[in-house]
């Protein structure tokens, strides 16, 4: 039976799953990530995968691993990652020695893209980008079935583009942990979103609570104007067929519902028909995508 083996490594916790050739999960499980340790991380994922394999009666020939960041086609290091204790590993070489079998390492929203644009929301669809809003930003491209990292494999690196058309209030920028200032996961991210709402108001509030209790207010008005920009550049750049949300912030209800209205204006050519879709798998789709990446050449 050709089975698949899928990882979703996240900075809190770590999933495993493996599917069967009919995509019916044989077994799953989760667990916390290791703090601060990249070795650590490494072999609690193996431990992970050597159980979910184990209940499920087999094994994969290679295993899919999404997770932050990306290997360097340069160094073969680890870089970009936002848990920061991955950066400048040989990451990919450590889990494959790990596993003892080839490893597909891939960013966790590549992962999202391939499962949603598989049997999600961008099922049918040629060409989908799906964008991760949560603790952080990302995107992935999936092109006739085919994810498109790139050349320097930052392909879909949303979250690292900067917010585009600034106001004047809105320049520099806020630093990023990337070195560089206005990156859009400073704008849109979950914490972003939170921070932003604590310049104006006394009440701390999550960033689904602000949306759903506060949706009028212009600390969360600018959020969604701000979204609005950054996805009218990829709809300029790209022209997806569609657009999937993932990631906490994909709760969000004005994103579906205000958010179309607002892209014709800022689109080459005044006209924007493209559907903005939540997550079908939600916080699955990561690891679904991870157990869909081909095995490494």
């Not at 050709?2 to 050739?21: C, F, P, Q, S």
């Not at 390492?105 to 961008?122: K, Q, Y």
């Not at 067929?241 to 050519?269: C, H, K, M, N, W």
């Not at 903005?276 to 095995?295: N, W």
Request: proline residues 5%.
């Amino acid at each position: 039976m050709t089975v698949r083996t899928g990882v979703d490594l996240g900075g809190t916790k770590i999933e495993a799953v493996v599917l069967d050739g009919d995509d019916r999960v044989l077994a799953r499980e989760r667990c916390a990530t290791p703090q601060g340790d990249c070795a650590a991380t490494v072999q609690a994922l193996a431990d992970l995968v050597a159980r979910v394999e184990f209940d499920a009666g087999c094994a994969a020939a290679h295993v899919g691993i999404g997770g932050p960041g990306s290997v360097s086609p340069r160094t073969g290091l680890h870089r970009n990652a936002n848990s920061t204790v991955l950066n400048a590993q040989p990451l990919h070489a450590m889990l494959q020695t790990a596993l003892g079998r080839p490893v597909a390492l891939a960013n966790d929203a590549n992962c999202l893209a391939l499962s949603e644009a598989h049997d999600g929301a961008g099922a049918g669809h040629r060409c989908v980008f799906a964008v991760i809003l949560g603790t952080g930003v990302g995107g992935g491209l999936v092109i006739d079935g085919v994810l498109h990292e790139g050349h320097n494999r930052t392909g879909g690196e949303f979250g690292h583009t900067a917010l585009p058309r600034l106001n004047a209030d809105e320049i520099p920028g806020p630093p990023c942990y990337c070195g560089q200032r206005g990156c859009l996961e400073n704008w849109l991210s979950g914490p972003a979103l939170e921070a932003q709402w604590l310049v104006h108001h006394a009440d701390a509030l999550q960033a689904t609570e602000i949306a759903a209790t506060r949706g009028d207010d212009v600390v969360f008005t600018c959020w969604l104007d701000r979204l609005a920009r950054a996805l009218a550049g990829v709809v300029t750049l790209i022209d997806p067929d569609v657009i999937v949300v993932g990631g906490g912030l994909s709760a969000i209800e004005q994103i579906y519902t205000q958010l179309p209205a607002r892209l014709p204006p800022l689109v080459f050519g005044g006209e924007c028909t493209t559907e903005i879709l939540r997550a079908v798998h939600g916080d699955s789709s990561g690891v679904l995508g991870a157990a869909r990446l081909p095995a490494p050449a």
